[in-house]
């Protein structure tokens, strides 16, 4: 799926409202603009909220992006996903079947602007590994679930994620 989200923050009489939306349609931000003003006259104000300034000094770059993430075509991740399954259910004889592997991601740029003139944008990438296992034994069973993620797809381990899963079910 793709999806072109937006964040609304806002200063109201002090209060600070904020808001999200999933599109970018001119309908969508005319409602996320509502909402955040909305929720701002619920909120007590605050004399140390404040927006950020534009800065000449430039940020810290960020390395948050793995090229390997995009374009590593799906079948290998539908392989890294199945290389989890298969490390849980050989990791201990207990472990009868999982319920859940799964491998997530998502990619994009994130840009930030406010009234004060501050125009930042950097690029991330976020990958994860989760799975959730059964381990029966003398006719009870127990489930188990863990999760790994990063910004690398390199930095996931699906064999040790595999193992950890098994143990604690």
């Keep these: 799926a793709e999806t072109t989200p937006l964040a609304v923050r806002l200063l109201l009489d002090g209060r600070m409202g904020f808001s999200f939306a999933t599109q970018l ?3 969508a931000v ?3 603009i ?3 003003s909305g929720t701002a006259r619920c909120l007590d104000a605050d004399d140390h909220y404040a927006f950020p300034k534009t800065t000449a000094t430039p940020l810290p770059a960020m390395n948050l992006y793995d090229p390997r993430v995009p374009s590593t075509p799906d079948e290998e991740k539908i392989k890294l996903a199945l290389e989890l399954e298969a ?3 050989r990791a201990h004889r207990s472990v009868k079947r999982v319920r859940k592997s799964a491998y997530e991601e998502l990619f994009g740029t994130v840009y930030l602007a406010n ?3 501050l125009q930042l944008s950097y690029s991330k990438t976020y990958c994860s590994l989760s799975l959730m296992a059964v381990a029966e034994k003398g006719g009870e069973s127990e489930n188990a679930w863990d ?3 990063s910004s ?3 930095d996931l381990d699906a064999e040790a994620l595999g193992k950890k899963v098994a143990r604690k079910a």
């Design 152 to 154: 690398f797809l390199d």
């Design 147 to 149: 999760f790994q993620f």
């Design 87 to 89: 490390s849980s259910l």
């Design 115 to 117: 009234s004060n003139g």
């Design 25 to 27: 349609t001119p309908e």
């Design 30 to 32: 005319r409602r996320a």
């Design 34 to 36: 509502q909402f955040a």
